[in-house]
């Protein structure tokens, strides 16, 4: 059962893919945007921009550092570098490059991590990113977007190469639950309420939003009215929606597929704090690495379930 | 430590190729033609005399090591260490399977014998040299042997250990490096060319030999020669066939390179005949 299933939203693209066909497309009235690849555009799906617009398409090899401060040159120079490897090798092992070539001097560059998280699968541990959102939401000015299915991707997509200043967009490799069948209503550092509700808040992003769904419907047959929020943009944060559902709603659960430390839960968090202290819950990957396996028994197995959400809003809930 | 014939050791590479494509098949992900590229090398080092390991005692301090830094291809070294006994065949069945040790690349915390965690292209020549300068400083005399994917080689920090390891003069450090003539995306030329390996290496200030390392009489042959060297570090640059011996059944799938693809259990079963 995928997640987003047990609220009959049907499965979409991989977010992966949604970036790659939107990237492709934008490329054919952008001539400033080109890509800078470490040997794995077949994975982030960059590939199909390589072969429409080889002219702007750069392939450096297995070499993510090389690859991160040769976007920040094109970045300086009127250029639009996309670069994209897999979420850990972008963020964990290009990070001093992402430091001192993007974004310390504020360039216009849009990272892109894929196959984040651990519903990767068999590839295991060594290729999951769990930590990018952590790295990236530390870096001053960099913007942070976890879109949730191919609709918010394609949204995501255009408005990070249409702000000036350095992104970060985090994709998924597997299909996902489609949240916005009509479209994504999406603005950067808006956050989107996908379901209004008045006794707990449910705040997600990534593949854990149509998890969200799934708690919030379980919890209504309880008499637990949940308000779910996808919150894409992590950075900047939208203080205004999560003071409100705090106010409005007196508990928050945070759910994402990422380490507990220094994720969207840290963020949120902070923010709830500095607003409207009320009862929080958090449900991620918690203070481990995962393994090997099918991406399905991997969200099982490290608690990336609608039902973990649900034991946490309870909790939340039981607290206020 | 067995010392297998040069028969014998071309038998045992015949039999880990077969356990290769058997495990990656059943797993239905994979890299089986990163690991049979390597098969001769990974089979000479734990068959051919080379390594001085007990799969009973596998933490002992004065044992070789071996560190796939291209963790990829752990079915070779996963069978290979089936092969040694420091688990079943059975066992590495299991790959890639929720709750089995044999993870999609080396988890050195959940199995015996694994000297270093890789998947993360670039580290394992530096893992190799702390293993190396530790043994310096302990009076060990073991050997540290680090495989390397060719496209691999794009990553700065191998250039950085191999500067490295000339400054410490560590003659207890081999690496070997798989040139397939293939990473992900294509074939290293026209992805990063580095041409020849040797010259650079050399210029670095190692020992460096070139062989063909699909050829077992020559993968030990150039082991022995690595081994009499003592000032120096050594590196083997193996020149492979990404996929060999099967090549020709990946070139009619129409992807001589057939990087990080399973076999589907019709091209398993030819490839199983043409190797067996
Ligand atoms: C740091 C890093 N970047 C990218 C990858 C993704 N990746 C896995 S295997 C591979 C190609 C490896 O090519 P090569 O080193 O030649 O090994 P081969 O499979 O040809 O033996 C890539 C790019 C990775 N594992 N690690
Ligand atoms: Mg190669």
């Not at chain 1, 409207?276 to 393994?291: L, S």
Request: aromatic fraction near 6%; hydrophobic fraction near 40%; proline fraction near 5%.
């Amino acid at each position: 059962m995928y997640l987003g299933e047990a609220s009959g939203l049907p499965l979409g693209a991989a977010t992966r893919d949604a970036f790659g066909n939107a990237l492709k497309d934008l490329g054919a009235t952008n001539d400033r945007l080109v890509t800078v690849d470490g040997d794995v555009g077949n994975s982030t799906r960059t590939e199909p921009f390589a072969l429409a617009y080889p002219d702007r398409a750069f392939n450096v090899g297995i070499a993510e550092s090389n690859m991160v401060s040769v976007a920040g040159g094109l970045a300086a120079c009127g250029k639009i570098p996309v670069v994209a490897s897999f979420a850990c090798f972008l963020m964990d092992n290009a990070f001093d490059q992402i430091r001192m070539s993007v974004a310390f001097p504020n360039l216009n560059v849009k990272l892109v991590g894929s196959h984040a998280g651990i519903s990767i699968g068999e590839d295991g541990p060594s290729q999951m990113g769990i930590e990018d959102v952590a790295l990236a939401c530390s870096l001053p000015g960099v913007t942070v977007v976890v879109p949730s299915d191919a609709a918010c991707t394609i949204e995501a997509t255009k408005a990070c190469l249409e702000l000036e200043g350095p992104t970060y967009l985090r994709v998924g490799r597997g299909k996902v639950a489609t949240v916005y069948p009509d479209g994504c209503p999406f603005e950067l550092g808006k956050a989107i309420t996908v379901r209004d509700g008045s006794d707990a808040t449910i705040i997600a992003n990534g593949l854990m939003v149509p998890g969200a769904l799934d708690a919030a419907k379980m919890l209504e047959a309880d008499g637990i009215s949940c308000r779910v929020i996808d919150l894409h943009t992590i950075k900047p944060i939208d203080r205004d929606a999560i003071a409100a559902a705090a106010k409005e709603t007196g508990a928050i659960v945070v759910a994402e597929e990422h380490l507990h430390h220094g994720g969207l839960g840290s963020a949120v968090a902070q923010v709830v704090a500095e607003t409207a202290p009320v009862p929080m819950g958090f449900v991620n990957v918690g203070d481990q690495y995962a393994e090997s396996g099918d991406p399905q028994g991997l969200l099982d197995k490290y608690g990336l379930t609608a039902a973990a959400v649900v034991d946490a809003v309870r909790q939340a809930h039981g607290r206020k | 430590m067995p010392e297998l014939s040069l028969d014998d050791l071309k038998k045992k590479a015949t039999q880990i190729r077969e356990l290769i494509i058997r495990i990656t098949t059943e797993a239905g992900s994979g890299h089986p033609s990163s690991s049979l590229s390597a098969t001769e090398v990974v089979t000479a080092l734990y068959f051919g005399g080379f390594m001085k390991y007990d799969p009973k005692n596998p933490s002992s301090p004065d044992r070789d090591r071996f560190i796939l830094s291209k963790g990829h291809a752990c079915p070779v070294l996963y069978s290979a260490m089936a092969e040694a006994g420091y688990f079943t065949t059975d066992d590495i069945m299991t790959l890639r399977k929720l709750g089995s040790p044999w993870e999609g690349h080396p988890n050195m915390r959940r199995l015996p014998g694994i000297e270093a965690s890789t998947g993360s292209l670039g580290q394992g020549l530096s893992i190799g040299i702390g293993h190396a300068l530790a043994g310096k400083m302990d009076g060990r005399n073991y050997q540290t042997y680090v495989m390397l994917g060719d496209g691999e080689m794009g990553e700065g920090q191998v250039w950085e250990a191999i500067a490295a390891a000339e400054k410490y003069a560590l003659n207890n450090l081999t690496a070997i490096i798989d040139r397939n003539g293939y990473q992900q995306t294509g074939a290293t030329k026209e992805v990063l060319d580095l041409t020849e390996f040797q010259p650079k290496i050399e210029a670095f200030g190692w020992h460096v030999q070139t062989i063909n390392g699909n050829d077992m009489g020559e993968v030990v042959a150039a082991l022995k020669t690595a081994r009499g060297v003592n000032d120096k570090p050594t590196c083997i640059v193996s020149k492979t066939q990404k996929g060999y011996p099967v090549v020709p059944l990946l070139e009619a799938e129409g992807d001589p390179n057939y990087h990080g693809k399973p076999f589907s259990p019709e091209l398993a079963k030819k490839a199983l005949e043409l190797i067996g």
